[in-house]
């Protein structure tokens, strides 16, 4: 028996009004996070990664919003129960956040130690002075060098990758359960993406802290990443542990963007993208969204929704082609089964 996820998403539906009717930017997708787990979603521009972890926090922009059935727990308490003010309570809590753009985030008239001693004591009791060295510790532990001294700095005068570990000092302050990081390191520098996920990295390592990653870049999830799930228009189209996913992905979709990135190429580096791009809420074709941009599209793939099955433990694809592909291995391998015990009983 697996623990109990202490972050467990099932069938949420975020939607937005469109000319005739609500649109859903996220369609039914499910997941589950472990402690001190790191589950990276990832997928191109549009498909719904930042609505999915803002439905999460509960902080959908209106007129979106989660529709009934939707099911969000963290370590098994129902979020969609909790009351705005529970929820407020909850983000910065046990629930943290990071978001791409850390200068939209810290307000530019407060010093950044001031800020992360106001976000410690929005949760706890603590003397200003215990706030301070608490704050004091927590820049350390982010590695920021000098602690004392940054302390005093306005976010204008430290550079993004400092400000972006502003930000994560203060999503840690209060230890959460879980860490939802929306592009935490797209609006940086190659060498300070690097140093911030190294900090994740020991988060999740020293705190136990789970890690809901979101990138668009799978050098980031190689990097990072646990499990990995592909979202397309909407869905999880394919989800398994970082191996499994960046070496035997089966969903075309997976394919072509693992294809995309010449270092991460199985074979040799081509810069092979797949052509389009992903269709909008309002205009997602019938059956399986990605049928418009598939080199493998057959009968039933513009008709039904490919629903997600289990291909081997752990790993899931919702594609018509591979599910096709598998019952044929499985009728083959059965055929081999029954000739072979044929063969066993016949034998003298
Ligand atoms: N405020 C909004 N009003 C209406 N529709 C929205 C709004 N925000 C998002 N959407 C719809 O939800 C879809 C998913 O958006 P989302 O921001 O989750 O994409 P994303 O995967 O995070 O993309 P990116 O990689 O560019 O950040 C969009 O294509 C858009 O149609
Ligand atoms: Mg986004």
Redesign the pocket.
């Known amino acids: 028996m697996s623990r109990m996820p202490v972050l467990e998403v099932q069938n949420l539906v975020t939607t937005?009004?469109s000319r005739h009717e609500r649109?859903s930017?996220?369609d039914g997708i499910s997941f589950a996070l472990h402690s001190g787990e790191v589950l990276a979603l990832v997928?191109?521009?549009?498909?719904?990664?930042?609505?999915?972890?803002?439905s999460i926090l509960r902080l959908v922009?209106k007129?979106?919003r989660i529709e009934a059935g939707s099911q969000i727990r963290l370590a098994g308490e129902d979020l969609l129960a909790r009351s705005i003010p529970e929820m407020r309570k909850l983000r910065g809590a046990a629930l943290g956040m990071i978001f791409?753009e850390p200068m939209t985030s810290l307000n530019p008239v407060q010093t950044v130690g001031v800020q992360v001693v106001e976000a410690i004591r929005l949760h706890e009791r603590l003397s200003a002075d215990a706030a301070r060295r608490r704050t004091e510790a927590l820049l350390e532990q982010v590695g920021i060098p000098d602690p004392r001294a940054r302390f005093q700095a306005y976010p204008h005068q430290l550079s993004g990758g400092l400000k972006q570990r502003v930000m994560i000092a203060m999503a840690i302050a209060m230890r959460p359960k879980v860490l939802i990081a929306?592009?935490p390191t797209t609006a940086l520098d190659v060498t300070v993406q690097a140093q911030i996920l190294d900090v994740m990295r020991g988060l999740q390592r020293e705190l136990g802290t789970a890690i809901l990653l979101?990138t668009?870049d799978l050098g980031v999830v190689n990097q990072l990443a646990d499990r990995v799930a592909v979202?397309y228009a909407?869905k999880i189209v394919e989800e398994a542990d970082r191996r499994t996913l960046l070496t035997a992905a089966r969903h075309p979709y997976t394919q072509g963007l693992l294809r995309s990135i010449p270092a991460l190429a199985t074979h040799r580096a081509r810069l092979e993208e797949i052509s389009g791009v992903?269709p909008?809420?309002?205009d997602w074709p019938a059956g399986c969204r990605f049928s418009t941009r598939c080199t493998q599209v057959f009968e039933p793939c513009t008709k039904q929704v490919p629903e997600s099955r289990e291909i081997h433990p752990g790993h899931t694809v919702a594609c018509h082609a591979v599910a096709r592909d598998e019952e044929k291995r499985c009728a083959t391998a059965s055929a081999q089964a029954t000739s072979f015990a044929r063969d066993e009983q016949g034998r003298p």
Request: proline share 13%.
């Open positions: 937005f009004p649109v930017a996220v997928g191109e521009s549009g498909c719904g990664k930042s609505i999915s972890a803002l922009p007129p979106g791409q929306d592009e979101i668009h979202m909407g992903v909008s809420p309002h």
